[in-house]
């Protein structure tokens, strides 16, 4: 699996998710619109910029990287071929596609750390560990783009052995991060969407549900815990460590899906059906049956 063919098939397969998301950052934004003038309360304006940072930064990126294909492809005419153009690690163009996918994988876990300090009813104590972890993530993304950008030699993220060292120190951060966030926001949906279903079951005379997962509880676990990000990068750790041009495909998916989670997830806020919504709903309900039998 060669460098050029690896750009391509990363190419096609960003192309196709970038698609993605941009119906998703659409449907999004139209959402938090609209539910801000329905109930007339202010734009989440944080969660908005979340959303166009993200979206922003996944174009950035497959716009660098149609030009450095028509660059090697088309313009390039000398002996090698386009592997020529794409082991050209220091150049401005990798340099800055480089820059925009740390840049991405930051700002999405610096969002699935606020979710999980959302979920935990914003208790700083749940997000020390994932806080610490972003911030030795943030300090090897620096290290990384310097040595990127200075790195004279021919060759690719694969064959730079001291970028790739960084490169993979921020990805093991980065994944048990993710993994440690992920389960703290599993466990925690998981408890709340059990307590609503006791609630509402019990209340309405109905049977609690039994211990197997049902497909709403299922699809809210995997859209609001971001599970499908973090098995994305860990795919990335996996292709990394094995030296594998497949590192190109798999990195340029994961910008774009770490866009397209975070979308998810703000459409189930302005909807309402996120688990902070319903667990403030089951506490209500739990109130009113106390107070009805008291």
Known sequence: ????????????????????????????????????????????????????????????????????????????????????????????VTVLRNVWKLLAILVADSALIYRCWVIYGRNLAYIVPSTLLWMACFATAAVDTYYTSTLKEATGVTGAKKVEHFFNVFLVCEVVLNIITTAMILYRIHNIHRASARYFYNSSGSTILGSRLQWPELSRILVESAMIYTLVNIIVLIVNFAHNNAVYPASDIDLQVAGIQFDLILIRLGRGIAAEHVEAQTKSAAMQIHLRSL
Do not use: H
């Not at 801000?36 to 910029?49: I, M, Y």
């Not at 990126?61 to 592997?83: L, P, S």
């Open 1 to 92: 699996f060669g460098i050029a063919e690896a750009q391509l098939v990363a190419l096609f397969m960003e192309s196709a998710a970038w698609g993605v998301q941009i119906v998703t950052v659409t449907i999004c934004i139209s959402t938090l619109l609209g539910t801000s003038r329905k109930l007339k309360r202010p734009l989440n304006v944080p969660l908005v910029a979340y959303a166009i940072v993200l979206f922003g930064l996944g174009t950035l990126d497959i716009a660098f990287a149609v030009y450095r294909n028509i660059q090697a492809f088309i313009y390039y005419e000398g002996e090698g071929g386009a592997a020529v153009i794409f082991n050209q690690l220091s150049d401005y």
